[in-house]
């Protein structure tokens, strides 16, 4: 059978199986063991799952924000509590979706499920070469630029949707909103 982590996985698919009382042991445990699904399926969509979930969670509170200042709790204490609460979720599930996809680079594409970081980043960047590298680090600052000056521009109550909990949000015109279109 599959295995995540050290426990094997048995995903039974009901409608190919008998009912366990007319099976053998044997039986079912072969049954079992053919309907395993493999290990990187399971990680695949552990990943893919994670990496969807703060989506999935921003369109949830875009459209409905006053149910999600009731479920913050900091409905009480107004719109910057709750944008405040709101950031903090979103740090959470970045971390979420950076450790799944950690798991899921070791196991699925290194084929190992030590959990040797350390060791995943010494031949990710030694296979690299240097103009992969260079382009990831451009990027990586770019991005990085675009996103402190809108932390900068906006604040965290601008950035979290704090106009929909009903913080006053100035519209800016600078950059980097006079770079690219304002959201």
Not at 96 to 122: A, C
Not at 143 to 168: D, E, I, K, P
């Amino acid at each position: 059978p599959a295995r995540v982590g050290r426990q094997p996985v048995r995903v039974l698919i009901a409608s190919r199986l008998p009912p366990p009382a007319q099976q053998s042991p044997a039986a079912r445990d072969a049954a079992m063991a053919t309907a395993a699904l493999p290990a990187w399926a399971l990680e695949t969509g552990a990943c893919a799952a994670a990496l969807a979930l703060p989506h999935a969670v921003y369109a949830l509170v875009w459209t409905r924000p006053t149910a999600f200042a009731r479920a913050s709790g900091a409905a009480r204490h107004g719109p910057v509590a709750i944008a405040k609460q709101f950031a903090t979720l979103a740090v959470g599930m970045k971390v979420i979706q950076l450790l799944f996809y950690l798991r899921w680079y070791l196991i699925t594409i290194e084929g190992d499920e030590s959990g040797d970081v350390g060791r995943l980043l010494v031949s990710t960047f030694s296979r690299a070469g240097a103009t992969r590298l260079a382009a990831a680090a451009v990027l990586l600052c770019s991005g990085g630029s675009l996103n402190h000056a809108v932390y900068t521009t906006l604040g965290a109550v601008g950035v979290y949707y704090g106009n929909r909990f009903g913080a006053v949000i100035p519209w800016v015109e600078g950059y980097p909103f006079n770079v690219f279109p304002h959201p």
